[in-house]
């Protein structure tokens, strides 16, 4: 039977109290005082918040008050604006990644919204500034850390609103990306080859050139592909398929200066 303790408190209404104590206590140190100043703000108010932290370039926190809209006003007139938004911050807050699954979210969810050109748009930008590490061509680097993927995915983006949305507002500058995109692309193959060249695989080397030629036929690649493709040949020892390859180079460049390009060397490619 439970007593009294010395403030003459049943020992029973002490264990209750103790017990809350701890319950409350346990509020604070499993989350449920989480301190979030925005519980209670109305999607006005984080829309607005959002708005001033992004004028003063605090990126990080405007995409986590744009999130908040979406999660607590999913349905509210401001959850659209939101994620196009939060795409545009997230980009700007460095965060690539989640700008592009943001971009990828609104395509899906908004796919007749008026602003899905912009989206599109913005989906190129990101990727194709992350890879600027295209740049990176012009020093020594590992082949394994020349992935174009990110090129092919800016191509995608911006052929969207080209091909989709041809009196967009975006669409002139997504044209001029694109031709850039592409004669990154070619070149980018075109280094592949001479990579595998100087490793004396003329087969590979011959069909990565193929690749230039075929899907990339206006740009200054297709020059540098018929001379490894020649090169390539002639160590197979396929003097007639040498001497093709000689001859449609000869009529397609005709300023062409054999050997201008030796594959061999470290650097002997043009950055375009």
Request: net charge neutral; hydrophobic share 35%; glycine share 6%.
């Amino acid at each position: 039977m439970l007593g009294m303790n010395r403030w003459g408190i049943s020992c029973k209404n002490s264990l209750a109290l103790v017990l809350a104590s701890l319950l409350f206590a346990g509020c604070g140190i499993f989350g449920g005082d989480t301190g979030d100043k925005t519980l209670g703000w109305s999607a006005e108010k984080l829309y607005s918040e959002a708005e001033n932290e992004m004028d003063s370039g605090g990126y990080d926190t405007a995409a986590k008050y744009l999130q908040q809209i979406q999660t607590r006003f999913p349905f509210g007139r401001y959850a659209q604006q939101a994620l196009m938004e939060e795409c545009y911050a997230q980009w700007k807050a460095t965060e690539p990644e989640l700008a592009t699954s943001a971009c990828n979210r609104f395509i899906k969810q908004y796919p007749n919204s008026p602003n899905i050109d912009y989206v599109y748009y913005l989906r190129g930008l990101i990727t194709f500034n992350d890879n600027l590490g295209l740049f990176g061509f012009l020093v020594p680097q590992d082949l394994t850390e020349r992935d174009p993927k990110a090129l092919r995915d800016s191509f995608d983006s911006f052929r969207e609103v080209v091909v989709r949305y041809p009196n967009s507002k975006y669409t002139p500058d997504s044209v001029i990306r694109l031709r850039y995109l592409v004669n990154s692309l070619a070149s980018h193959d075109i280094h592949v080859a001479a990579y595998y060249y100087r490793r004396g695989a003329y087969l590979a080397a011959i069909n990565r050139c193929k690749s230039v030629i075929i899907n990339y036929q206006e740009t200054p690649g297709v020059e540098d592909a018929l001379e490894i493709m020649a090169r390539s040949y002639d160590h197979l020892d396929m003097p007639d398929m040498r001497d093709d390859t000689l001859k449609v180079l000869a009529a397609n460049f005709p300023n062409h200066v054999p050997g201008k390009y030796d594959p061999r060397a470290k650097s002997w490619w043009r950055f375009w």
